[in-house]
């Protein structure tokens, strides 16, 4: 049974190899995670997302240092890219908005100060809700949908992209 606590011991584990890893290699630093709800983060679902968006990520980037990390925080991919943090940041957000699954991953930037870029430091604005559309922190902070609602949301855009790409050349990929 997946405790909550092993959740938040992967995450603090994660954060320290970061720091580690743009010390090491003096550069920033790509982190792609899912964006799953629920404390069954390393399931089936998640590692099809993961895996998927990680090939796409390194159609368009050459990273320097690829670390890849398997806890109860899901997948996680760590690329130490050769490139500047807010190019980086404006490539993330634009495959989070236009890739039919990069609504279901966040994509982090953290710089050569080990500070994580946000969207709106360039400008871009904060990450809408998936299945109503309002800003996501208020629907996660109030939590206005269920559980249930957000993994079937989940699933359906998975099952939908697998349709896609079974009838057509994936050109995300």
Same mark, same amino acid.
């Given at each position: 049974?997946?405790?909550?606590?092993? /959740?938040?011991?992967?995450?603090?584990?994660?954060?320290?190899?970061?720091?580690?890893?743009?010390?090491?290699?003096?550069? %920033?630093?790509?982190? =792609?995670?899912?964006?799953? %709800?629920?404390?069954?983060?390393?399931?089936?679902?998640?590692?099809?997302? =993961?895996?998927?968006?990680?090939?796409? =990520?390194?159609?368009? /980037?050459? %990273?320097?240092? =690829?670390?890849?990390?398997?806890?109860?925080?899901? /997948?996680?991919?760590?690329?130490?890219?050769?490139?500047?943090?807010?190019? !980086?940041?404006?490539?993330?957000?634009?495959?989070?908005?236009?890739? %039919?699954?990069?609504?279901?991953?966040?994509?982090?930037?953290?710089? !050569?100060?080990?500070?994580t870029l946000s969207r709106?430091?360039?400008?871009?604005?904060?990450?809408?809700?998936?299945?109503?559309?309002?800003?996501?922190?208020?629907?996660?902070?109030?939590?206005?949908?269920?559980?249930?609602?957000? !993994?079937?949301?989940?699933?359906?855009?998975?099952?939908?992209?697998?349709?896609?790409?079974?009838?057509?050349?994936?050109?995300?990929?």
């Open positions: 049974m997946i405790n909550p606590m092993d /959740i938040l011991d992967a995450r603090e584990n994660r954060a320290y190899l970061q720091e580690e890893l743009i010390k090491k290699f003096n550069l %920033p630093l790509l982190v =792609i995670r899912a964006n799953y %709800p629920g404390i069954d983060k390393n399931n089936e679902v998640t590692k099809y997302i =993961i895996e998927i968006m990680y090939e796409t =990520i390194l159609s368009y /980037i050459s %990273p320097i240092n =690829i670390k890849k990390i398997d806890s109860f925080e899901g /997948i996680v991919y760590l690329l130490s890219i050769d490139t500047s943090p807010a190019v !980086l940041k404006k490539s993330a957000v634009d495959m989070e908005t236009t890739h %039919p699954l990069g609504r279901l991953v966040d994509i982090d930037i953290l710089d !050569l100060n080990n500070h709106t430091d360039l400008g871009s604005p904060p990450r809408r809700c998936f299945i109503c559309s309002s800003p996501a922190h208020n629907c996660v902070r109030s939590k206005k949908h269920s559980l249930e609602e957000i !993994l079937k949301h989940i699933e359906n855009k998975v099952s939908d992209y697998k349709n896609l790409t079974a009838d057509h050349t994936d050109r995300y990929k």
